[in-house]
């Protein structure tokens, strides 16, 4: 019964939400002290991401990969047709 006590007194989270102070973490504590020197400049709610790169049609490696397959099988019915039994 002692056992359950100390476990229940160790992990009584409703007793640690109702605390009046709460440390901030070490992360926290970092960036405030970090802005504190030098802030940060303020930025949209949804930064736009900038221009990117421009993409290669789909249609363009499709060719190039079922292309490649093609002549794959090719070579190897040629291989095969050429080989003896």
């Not at 160790?10 to 109702?18: G, N, Q, V």
């Not at 900038?50 to 019915?77: D, F, N």
């Amino acid at each position: 019964m002692a056992e359950q006590d100390d476990f229940q007194r160790e992990f009584d989270l409703t007793w640690a939400d109702k605390a009046e102070h709460k440390e901030p973490s070490a992360r926290a504590r970092m960036l405030a002290a970090r802005w504190k020197e030098n802030p940060p400049e303020r930025q949209p709610f949804r930064a736009d991401p900038g221009p990117s790169a421009p993409r290669r049609s789909s249609w363009k490696s499709t060719a190039i990969v079922l292309g490649s397959v093609a002549v794959i099988i090719v070579l190897l019915g040629y291989a095969s047709y050429r080989q003896p039994y």
